[in-house]
């Protein structure tokens, strides 16, 4: 959250909770066969338009369910300790928009990542360990001042820690010769004799850090020395008071050795990361109405960001995880927004690019910055920048209702990206866990200038690591407004049922199944109504009451309405089919689960399996379970709606039950081998890109993208399994580390793998 000057209830219902040019040499060979066969396993008993002795959850309540707090955990834990400090501008923020973009890809979202700018220069001091793992680690940062020299990331530092106190004579400096100075100083003119007397006496950089205060902390910043001193041609570091706090144990703990790097980013470019998943029907995406959840990937100067946002953007990851396993006529999009620590730079970048007509498109934009502290008297909070209740605020509560957690609240409170949807007339909100405090009568949430809290210690700081972040509460906050999100991309669907006269059948349990199995719509009220959500589709319908059944059949492309008419009371007496599909790769056999059960008569009919006009598989129409296997060639990567039919002795259609078939990308995997070469020279880097099907062949295909260290230095499109690419952008001699991409295509999900080049000098 920008910065301007547990009410909560945790519950158990989850277990978790210049060079010349080089090449590379690509290659892609798959070899297979193709098989369809089907086979029976022993009954069971299913019937997905019956009513069961246990009601079976609703759409909403099964995905939000899915929504695991571990997993968030985990995109969280990576941002913090493998990327760590993510300032704006700086290749750390384009890290971590990577890092989400390889997080969402294999989720079938099209990702694309924005630059926008430029912005303000910034200076950053990375520090490593060079020994014993750092207090408070992996990774530190520091602010880099102008008043000494930039090493680069090719010519890092790395000696040992010597303390010298204040630094003001130059007896302190005695053991500094070759080493790194550290000084506790408190004043400009402090700052300027340390720095100084650093260097003169043959320190190789110096870190500047501030007493520890007796209260609240201090964040590292650049060391501010009086005007007119003179540079110096070592390193100067800032620390925040953290760092003091570490330094100070581990030197109490031996001799300790540090690896810093200090860059300069002059007017560097912001990132932003958007993931869109099209509404079935507008593949372009110019009409379906628009979900939106955002979060932002920088975190200030020095710290690593775990709540403030790395938690942000772990709860929107698993949201669009789990979104993403079944279709809507929605539109989902997933915001990691840069600069927000700047003033909202990235988000206000991204809303600038919205026309008039797709802003009004949006259904609502969820806000998720600093959702999950340890911190704990923090509260989860919906928050708008006028203090009133709105669309994304009401959807949060209602989830939370349903979700029987009664700790959330809404005040007043801009400061962060939901701001920038607010001021463009899109309904918008932030939620956070803070310390909020509610206005003190007769002020109120819209009177109010401003909302009044306390930070936890550790925001902004470089203490904000994994520390600050709580599983528990990242898990609240998914099922809250990982629901709410969830039950906006749902359809709604009103179900009417009555009696052959049109009388209302009141208190009727009715199921309903769009191809992945039976779930709760509801008991329908005094006049014969329920409202439920659920995916775009076919869906079958039931409606019970005692031993009557009415069923129908609803095809979702947006809200719907539909009546169910009981005729005679009771059903007719016709098999009942149930049928589930296994999630399969593309290249594998889908296999579809059928159990047929009888009716008054022995069905003497066939089963078939359709996808449209087509019939991909028929088996026997005699009761029982069976397993039917599809041709692995027919369905492509996607979710197919297919229908399972029982076709009477006359061909007849008499039962239809959708299923849907989910097919994931086959897998492909990256093998690379080092090589040397020397400057001028090409480099043929062989790589092989083996996808593993089980039942055909085909030959790997897509863009295969090489990077070093962030930056892009060649690419090539596959054709036939083979291509060359050139790497023109190595611009210097010594060992390159190469990530190698396959971004991926409709068949191949994308994977990656690294390796290194070593260019001598010639």
């Not at 158990?12 to 060979?29: C, K, P, S």
């Not at 369910?65 to 969280?76: C, H, K, M, N, P």
């Not at 090493?151 to 003001?168: E, I, K, M, N, S």
């Not at 611009?731 to 191949?748: A, I, M, Y």
């Amino acid at each position: 959250m920008r910065s301007t000057t547990f009410r909560a209830t945790t519950r158990a219902r989850r277990a978790t909770a210049g060079l010349g040019a080089a090449a590379l040499a690509v290659a892609g060979l798959v070899a297979g066969t193709q098989s369809v066969a089907q086979g029976d396993t022993p009954a069971q008993d299913a019937t997905p338009v019956a009513a069961a002795a246990a009601t079976p959850p609703t759409y909403e309540r099964d995905l939000t369910e899915q929504l695991d707090g571990s997993r968030a955990y985990a995109t969280v834990k990576h941002l913090v300790e493998q990327i760590g400090p993510r300032v704006n501008g700086t290749p750390a923020e384009r890290r971590g928009a990577a890092y989400l973009r390889d997080v969402l890809e294999p989720y079938g979202y099209e990702v694309e990542l924005q630059s926008w700018g430029p912005v303000s220069t910034k200076r950053t001091a990375d520090v490593v360990t060079a020994g014993a793992p750092l207090p408070g680690g992996p990774k530190w940062q520091m602010a880099a001042s102008p008043s000494g020299v930039y090493t680069g990331d090719g010519a890092p530092v790395t000696a040992p820690v010597v303390p010298v106190g204040t630094g003001q004579t130059a007896e302190d400096y005695a053991d500094a010769s070759g080493a790194i100075a550290y000084a506790v100083v408190s004043t400009p003119a402090e700052r300027g004799t340390a720095m100084t007397l650093a260097a003169a006496n043959g320190a190789v950089a110096v870190i500047l850090a501030p007493p520890v205060p007796a209260s609240g902390k201090t964040a590292p910043r650049n060391p501010t020395v009086p005007a007119g001193t003179a540079a110096v041609a070592i390193p100067v570091l800032g620390a925040g008071s953290d760092h003091t706090v570490w330094l100070d144990q581990a030197l109490q703990a031996g001799p300790v050795s540090l690896r810093l790097v200090t860059n300069e980013y002059v007017n560097p470019m912001g990132t932003n990361i958007i993931a869109t998943r099209h509404a079935v029907g507008d593949p372009q995406g110019t009409t379906a109405p628009i979900v939106m959840v955002g979060a932002h990937i920088d975190s200030v100067l020095g710290a690593p960001g775990g709540h403030d946002d790395a938690s942000g953007n772990g709860v929107s990851t698993e949201i669009a995880r789990v979104l993403a396993t079944l279709p809507y006529d929605k539109e989902i999009r997933i915001g990691g927004f840069g600069g927000e620590e700047g003033g909202l730079l990235g988000a206000r970048a991204y809303v600038d690019t919205l026309t008039p007509a797709t802003r009004k498109r949006f259904v609502g934009e969820w806000q998720m910055d600093m959702v999950g502290t340890t911190h704990e008297p923090a509260r989860l909070w919906a928050l708008t920048p006028d203090g009133r209740s709105n669309y994304v605020v009401e959807q949060a509560y209602a989830a939370a209702a349903r979700d029987g957690f009664g700790g959330l609240d809404n005040c007043k409170l801009g400061q962060s990206d939901h701001q920038a949807f607010f001021d463009a007339g899109i309904p918008a909100a932030l939620f956070i866990w803070l310390d909020y405090q509610d206005p003190v009568a007769p002020s109120t949430c819209e009177s109010i200038a401003r909302g009044s809290y306390r930070t936890e210690p550790e925001y902004h700081q470089p203490s904000d690591g994994m520390n600050n972040v709580s599983e528990p509460r990242l898990q609240i906050t998914l099922d809250v407004i990982g629901g709410a999100v969830i039950e906006n991309a749902l359809n709604a669907l009103t179900v009417t049922a009555v009696t052959k006269d049109g009388a209302p059948l009141s208190g009727a349990q009715v199921l309903v199944d769009c191809g992945d199995g039976s779930h709760d719509a509801g008991r329908t009220d005094e006049a014969g109504v329920t409202r439920t959500r659920v995916p775009s589709g076919r869906c079958a319908l039931s409606a019970t009451k005692g031993s009557d059944t009415v069923t129908g059949e609803v095809a979702m492309s947006g809200d719907e309405s539909v009546r169910l008419t009981l005729d005679g009371g009771t059903a007719p007496a016709l098999p009942r089919i149930s049928a589930s599909a296994e999630t399969s790769r593309y290249g594998q056999s889908p296999v579809v689960r059928i159990d047929l059960a009888p009716a008054a008569l022995e069905p003497t009919g066939s089963i078939e399996i359709r996808d449209g006009g087509r019939v991909l598989a028929t088996t026997s129409g005699q009761p029982g379970v069976r397993s039917v296997i599809l041709p692995a060639a027919r369905l492509r990567p996607g979710r197919h709606d297919v229908d399972v039919v029982y076709v009477d002795a006359s061909g007849a259609d008499r039962v239809v039950s959708p299923t849907r078939v989910k097919v994931l990308k086959a897998r492909a995997q990256l093998r690379l081998r080092p090589v040397r070469t020397v400057r001028g020279a090409r480099v043929h880097l062989p790589v092989r890109l083996v996808v593993r099907p089980r039942d055909i062949a085909f030959a790997a295909r897509g863009r295969i993208v090489v990077r070093s260290g962030g930056r892009e230095v060649g690419s090539a499109r596959l054709r036939d399994g083979r291509v060359v690419v050139r790497l023109d952008r190595l611009d210097r001699s010594g060992k390159h580390v190469l990530r190698v991409r396959h971004v991926g295509n409709r068949l191949v999900r994308p994977s990656s793998a690294s390796t290194t080049v070593v260019v001598g000098k010639g």
